[in-house]
């Protein structure tokens, strides 16, 4: 069959196509990512109170530290959604796992070889790598939601979204278990290999944002591999115009397209949910 010039729908395609196995192994893969992205986050919790003994310091003293974590988080989860958008979400993605590494580890060393007599030298260094931890941590979610959206039917989509993002509170009870069993300095050294390790797992198992190949034609063929293997048949050969349908209307800027009449009732609505999740999570 010529398939020259034709156009595909690439959502609608993803929209037919079974759970099993290409998304369900996706979903997987985001699952284990944000359990590390939980563990993490829920880590200067569970740290915490050895930190203050060892450095014989006030809990007073670790403000900075979380607060950094906090603000890299919101740095990330801004800065690494935008870069997704120009050079693909899983770029961007191990993006962030590389800054879960550098943070968690170089807070390890920290950790380790912090005294009482460097205290406040060691908060100082603290603050900066939780800050970079932070980056890769509130990157992780955006782009999570965005790529497993994206690969799921309609069908599955909001639950596995939702099972994707329960995963990072499950995380943090890993922390909890991880701790029972090893040095509290080491939890660090955890938080950053388990990154790597992903990294390298996932690097050739995880495909890249369909959106994101569709609006770059040199990308076909990468997109039509990615399709016939979600599809399980070879049906396009990377010849064809792929395209991604929005449902609503863009306004001329990004920010007005969140508040226009076909996006802000949704807008509103996932706000307020995330808004409230995460101030559950922190609390």
Request: hydrophobic share 50%; glycine share 10%; aromatic share 12%.
């Amino acid at each position: 069959m010529n398939t020259q010039n034709k156009t595909v729908d690439v959502a609608a395609v993803i929209d037919s196509a079974r759970y099993f196995p290409v998304a369900f192994g996706i979903t997987v893969m985001m699952i284990i990512i944000m359990l590390a992205d939980g563990y993490d986050l829920f880590l200067m919790g569970h740290v915490g109170g050895h930190l203050v003994d060892a450095w014989k310091i006030s809990r007073a003293d670790l403000g900075p530290i979380n607060t950094a974590g906090l603000v890299g988080m919101a740095v990330g989860s801004t800065a690494l959604g935008w870069l997704g958008d120009r050079i693909g979400r899983k770029r961007s993605y191990f993006t962030c796992l590389v800054f879960l590494f550098i943070g968690s580890v170089l807070c390890y060393y920290v950790a380790k070889q912090g005294t009482p007599d460097t205290a406040a030298a060691s908060i100082h260094q603290m603050t900066i790598w939780r800050f970079v931890t932070g980056l890769g941590m509130g990157g992780v979610t955006p782009l999570a939601t965005t790529l497993i959206s994206e690969w799921t039917s309609q069908r599955v989509r909001s639950v596995v979204v939702a099972l994707v993002i329960s995963s990072v509170p499950v995380g943090g009870s890993l922390a909890g278990l991880a701790i029972q069993h090893v040095e509290w300095p080491q939890m660090f050294l955890l938080g950053g290999l388990v990154p790597l390790a992903l990294f390298i797992c996932f690097g050739f198992l995880l495909p890249e944002s369909p959106k994101y190949l569709a609006q770059h034609p040199s990308q076909r063929a990468r997109l039509a591999r990615a399709l016939n293997r979600l599809l399980g048949e070879k049906r396009y050969d990377g010849s064809e115009d792929f395209a991604v349908k929005e449902q609503g209307k863009r306004s001329s800027h990004w920010f007005a397209t969140l508040w226009n009449s076909d996006y802000r009732r949704a807008t509103f609505f996932i706000w307020v949910a995330f808004s409230f999740n995460s101030f559950v999570i922190y609390m």
